[in-house]
C-alpha cells in the first residue's frame, strides 16, 4: 500500500517497536494498550474516554437526542482540505447539527490494514483532534480492529455522534411547506471536485480544495435567528439535488430552483465540465441546505453570511404546492427541466 | 469472494435488479434506496428508522446514559453457532449492559464489498433482526458504504448501541473490593474455539458452537437481586485473562481464581490443546464476570443459575489487597501462577 502523506507532522509521532499495523494491534492484547496510550489517548483525552471502561457513561441534559452513524472510506485518504480523519468528525457533526441538536459526543471505531503506516495513523488522528475541537465535541469511546493486508483499504472509521435538540425546535425533512424559501449555504460541489482531481491526478489553475467543516455553529445562529426553521440538511453523497428530491418526496410538496443562483467556484464548474460530472449531483462536506418560512428568509440568510461557513449563502429557490415529489430547476435560458436522482454514484468512496 | 451460506432462509430474498452488491449501492442514488427499502426497513422497521432523516431522534428516560461502539470484521462472516450480524447486535448490547445499562437503541454501519452476494446480506440482516428482537432493542439509524472487490472482506459492520442506567447503579471496572467474590457466568473460550476450528477446517467429535448470545437479561436479573455489583465485563478479545488483568490494574487490587473451577467444555478444552490455546485467552461472546460484595455473591451467583444464560456459573476467585495489579490462579496441583496478559492476539479477527 502507497499513501502520500500530505504536509509536516505538527506533533511528532510517538516511539514504537513497529512502524506499521500488526495484527496484534487489533487484538486487545498489550499492543492493543500501546495504541490506545500513546495514539488515541493523547489526541482525545477526557475524562469519559480516560476511564478505558467498554462503554462511556455520560450525563445528558433535558431534551431529545439526536443519533447518528457513518462509516467512511474515503479514497484517498489524504485530499485537499482534508482527510479521512477530519471528514469522519465533521459528516457526523453535520448529520447530528442538521436535526437542530448541539452535538455533544462521538465514538470512533477503526479498521485499520496490516502494514499501515502508524504515522498515517498518527496524522489522521492528529486532524481528528482539530476538528473535534473546532466543533466542540469530546470523542467518548472508541474501538479498533485489524484486518490482514489487502482486506481493506488503509483505514476506514466509523463516528456515531451524539446530540441534544432543544425543545423548541422541530426539524425534519417531512416538514417542508408550500411557500417556504430554500437556502443554501454556499458554493457547490467543492468536496467532490477536489476527490476525484485528486484521484484522477488532474492538475488546474487553483488547487480544488474539499469544503469540509463542521456546521453546528451554522446551524445554532440560524435557530437562534429563527427557531421555526422546518428542515436543514447537508447535501453529501448525491449533492445538492439528492437532497432536495428527499425533501419533495419526504414532505409531499415540489421544490423550484432557479439555476442562476446557484453558487458555483469557477474551477470546480471547469473540472466538472472536464469531467461529464453535473455539480448540483456532486458531494458537499461543509454546506447545508435549510427549508424555511418564507417570512424569516431574508433574516435567516442575512444571519449565514454573517457565518464564516454562511458568506456565499444565497435563497436557491422555493417550495410549491404543485410537482409533488419533483424538483424543477428553472435555466438560465428560461425553460424548466426536472432535477432528477442518479441511478447510481457519479463518484465511489468519495466519503 | 466466496462465502458459505449455511442453512436455508427463513424469508425470501428481495427481489431485485442484480444479485450482487454494486458500487452503485453505496452511492447515495437510486440503488441506495433500494437496498434501505427492500433490505434495511423490512428487518429494522420501527418508528425513528422509518423517518429516514440522516439521524435518529430519541426520548431517553432520566438517567445517565451509557454509550459503546464496535466494530465487526469476524473471518469467516457464518460460524457454528451465530454470524457476523447476530455477533454485531449481541457485541454492542453486553458492552453497553456491562455499566447496568438497559439496551434500548443500536446504530448499524455497513462497509460492503462490491460483488458480496445480495443473498449473504439478507441473511445477516435476519440474524441481526432476530439478535435485535431477543435483546430488546431497535436499530434507529444505518448507514452504507461500498468500496470495490478487494477492498474489504465481504462486510464489515460497526454497531453503536445506546441504553440507561438507573440512578442507583455504580458499576465500573475501577470499583472491585479486597474481598469481592469474582463470579463467571459459564463455560469459558466457545466463541473463540468455534471460530478457529471452522477456520481451519478441523472437525472434532461434537461441533464447537460459538455462545453468540444478549446478556442483557442476565445483568437485570443481577443487579435487580443486588444492586451494589462493583464491576461487569463481557470477556470477548483477550478472554478471561484480559478482563482480569483490566480489573486488577483499574481498581489497584489483586486477583486469584482456582483453576479447578473454571467451566470449560470438554470439545473445546480438546481444541485448545490441539491448537495449542490457552483457554484462559480465548474469546467469549456470552459470558460476563462480576465482581460482587462477598454478603451477596451467594445470592447473585443462585440468581445467575436461574437465568438460561448463566446456568453454568461459578464463583471463580476473589479480590485481594495483596498482589496488587496481579491476576493469580491457584493450579489444580495447589500451586500458584500469574495470569499474564499476551503481547498480541492468538486469534485475529475473532469478532
Do not use: W
Not at 482525545?44 to 472510506?73: H, Y
Not at 442562476?260 to 458537499?284: F, K, M, T, Y
Request: include cysteine; hydrophobic fraction near 45%.
Amino acid at each position: 500500500m502507497s499513501v502520500k502523506i500530505p504536509e509536516a507532522l505538527t506533533c511528532p509521532i510517538p516511539k514504537t517497536d513497529y512502524d506499521t499495523i500488526q495484527m496484534a494491534h487489533g487484538a486487545g492484547g498489550r499492543l492493543s494498550a500501546e495504541l490506545v496510550e500513546k495514539f488515541f489517548l493523547p489526541r482525545f483525552r477526557n475524562a469519559i474516554l480516560e476511564k478505558l471502561d467498554d462503554q462511556a457513561v455520560i450525563d445528558l441534559p433535558p431534551g431529545r437526542v439526536a443519533i447518528s452513524t457513518d462509516s467512511f472510506v474515503v479514497s484517498p485518504i489524504f485530499f485537499p482540505g482534508g482527510d479521512i480523519g477530519d471528514l469522519a468528525v465533521n459528516g457526523t457533526v453535520n448529520d447530528v447539527a442538521m436535526s437542530g441538536a448541539k452535538p455533544r459526543y462521538l465514538t470512533a471505531g477503526f479498521i485499520l490494514e496490516e502494514g499501515l503506516p502508524l504515522e498515517v495513523l498518527h496524522r489522521v488522528l492528529l486532524s481528528m483532534e482539530a476538528a473535534a475541537s473546532r466543533a466542540g465535541v469530546n470523542i467518548i469511546t472508541g474501538d479498533t480492529k485489524v484486518v490482514e493486508r489487502g482486506h481493506c483499504d488503509n483505514l476506514f472509521i466509523n463516528t456515531t455522534g451524539i446530540g441534544v435538540i432543544a425543545t423548541h425546535l422541530n426539524i425534519s425533512a417531512g416538514n417542508l411547506k408550500p411557500g417556504d424559501k430554500i437556502l443554501l449555504s454556499g458554493t457547490i460541489a467543492d468536496h467532490g471536485a477536489a476527490i476525484l482531481t485528486t484521484r484522477k491526478g488532474l492538475s488546474f489553475s487553483s488547487e480544488l480544495t474539499s469544503d469540509t467543516a463542521p456546521l453546528n455553529g451554522l446551524v445554532e445562529a440560524m435557530t437562534t435567528i429563527c427557531p421555526e426553521i422546518h428542515a436543514l440538511r447537508d447535501p453529501t453523497r448525491g449533492g445538492v439535488a439528492m437532497t432536495l428530491n428527499e425533501f419533495a418526496r419526504a414532505s409531499h410538496v415540489g421544490i423550484l430552483i432557479h439555476e442562476e443562483r446557484i453558487p458555483i467556484q469557477s474551477g470546480v464548474r471547469g473540472a466538472c465540465e472536464i469531467l461529464g460530472l453535473d455539480p448540483l449531483l456532486v458531494a458537499n462536506e461543509g454546506k447545508l441546505i435549510a427549508s424555511v418560512p418564507p417570512e424569516a428568509a431574508d433574516e435567516v440568510l442575512a444571519a449565514m453570511r454573517q457565518h464564516p461557513l454562511g458568506r456565499n449563502a444565497v435563497e436557491l429557490g422555493e417550495v410549491t404546492a404543485e410537482n409533488t415529489g419533483l424538483v424543477v430547476m428553472r435555466t438560465a435560458l428560461g425553460t424548466h427541466r426536472i432535477v432528477d436522482v442518479p441511478l447510481g454514484e457519479q463518484l465511489p468512496r468519495i466519503c
